[in-house]
Structure formats: C-alpha cells, structure tokens
C-alpha cells in the first residue's frame, strides 16, 4: 500500500502571510462593509434583521460578524456584507 503525500501547503501560506500583512497594515483586506451598533436587546434583533432583509445573505454574504453583552441588556454587534451583489 503506498503512503498518501500530505498536499503542498504554499498557497495557504502566502493566503496567512496575505491576510496578516494586511491586518497589520491596518487595513480589513476584504472587501466587506461593516457597521458596529450597540443597542438594547430588542433593537439590535430588529437591527440585525433589517440587514438581511436589505441585504439578501445569498446575495451579499451578509452575517453577524461579532456580538458581545453589555451590561444593561445592550448587545455590541457588527454587521458584515459584501458592498454589492452582481
């Protein structure tokens, strides 16, 4: 039986060096839009659901791309999508 070849890994290690050039840089590196809100509970649920209704997920890769609880009953979140769908 012949030994399986692990598959050549310097594309993903230029994508890593890519990506982590570009953080420090400052930059995203993407090109997605992002908002961060902090809103009560239920504002922020509204909020997040107004973005996938103007912003189609299919079409826009729209998601939530972080959330956090504050004290209060706030949510901190950021919302990410594509800037426009083709």
Known sequence: MSRLSRPP???LRRQL???????AGGGSGDSFVRETFTLPRDAARSKAREWFERY????Y?????SWRLLPGDEVEFTMRRLPSAD
């Not at 189609?56 to 079409?59: G, L, R």
């Not at 890769?61 to 791309?65: A, F, G, I, K, M």
């Open 17 to 23: 060096h890519r990506s982590r050039s570009d953080r």
């Open 9 to 11: 890994l310097d594309g």
């Open 61 to 65: 890769w729209t998601s939530v791309e």
């Open 56 to 59: 189609p997920k299919a079409a």
